[in-house]
């Protein structure tokens, strides 16, 4: 079945600097990706969708600047949280669908635990 | 998309059948619906969708009732492993630019 990797799986990051986290499809092709975030005890909320080749686009209230996203190619696709700060502390989780697959919709990737210190 | 509406939480003893309610009392003739879970700290799973049909699979049934505005979840030999937060999600099937809602879902512990 389709495969979603997402790497580190954990990282703890100083204040003020940046963190990259990563989402490849590994056996399939994703025009599109997306990346949620998910506090303790909450559900996840999209955060944005990541169009390959194109600009992603943003939930409201998301600050693109600070979420920056990269879809440079159908299997990649990256979530760099610029100048972190402790209230960026949160569980990352990336999705893709295999549109070429079984149509039973979408793949996460095992998520990223951030906590900025 | 439908909203859904899910117990926040239930009980199920290990080898016994679970049932999970879901109300989408919304849901338009186009739109399936999906259930999901997630294992603590990990990412969601796919379990199994329908559109008004009976599904089984290896993991699960789902029955939709014949309005369609409610549907359950059953796993029919529930073991440790499955506890986890299920989520029922209403969308329009198909479409890659298509995301996934979730709402906040139903915690399933189940008990030894």
């Known amino acids: 079945g389709a495969v979603v990797s997402q790497h580190p799986s954990r990282v703890i990051c100083k204040s003020g600097t940046s963190v990259k986290i990563e989402c490849r499809s590994l056996d399939f092709q994703a025009t599109t990706m997306f990346w949620y975030r998910q506090f303790p005890k909450q559900s996840l909320m999209l955060m944005a969708t990541s169009n390959e080749g194109s600009k992603a686009t943003y939930e409201q209230g998301v600050e693109k600047d600070k979420f920056l996203i990269n879809h440079a190619s159908l299997t990649l696709s990256t979530l760099t949280v610029t100048s972190a700060h402790p209230e960026d502390s949160s569980f990352y989780i990336c999705?893709?669908?295999?549109?070429?697959?079984?149509?039973?919709?979408?793949?996460f990737g095992s998520g990223t635990r951030l906590t900025v210190v | 998309d439908a909203k859904t509406t899910q117990p926040p939480s239930m009980d199920c003893a290990e080898g016994r059948a679970a049932n999970l309610p879901c109300n989408h009392s919304?849901?338009?003739?186009?739109?399936?619906v999906y259930w999901y879970r997630q294992i603590h700290s990990q990412g969601p799973q796919y379990i199994i969708h329908?559109?008004?049909n009976n599904e089984t699979n290896e993991m699960a049934s789902l029955i939709i009732t014949e309005d369609r505005k409610s549907s359950t979840l059953i796993l029919p030999h529930a073991t440790l492993r499955d506890t986890a937060v299920y989520y029922c999600i209403v969308r329009v099937h198909g479409g890659s630019n298509y995301k996934l809602t979730f709402g906040k879902g139903t915690l399933l512990t189940v008990n030894p």
């Open positions: 999705s893709a669908r295999d549109q070429g697959g079984l149509s039973y919709g979408y793949t």
């Open positions: 329908g559109l008004k």
């Open positions: 919304t849901i338009s003739g186009n739109e399936y």
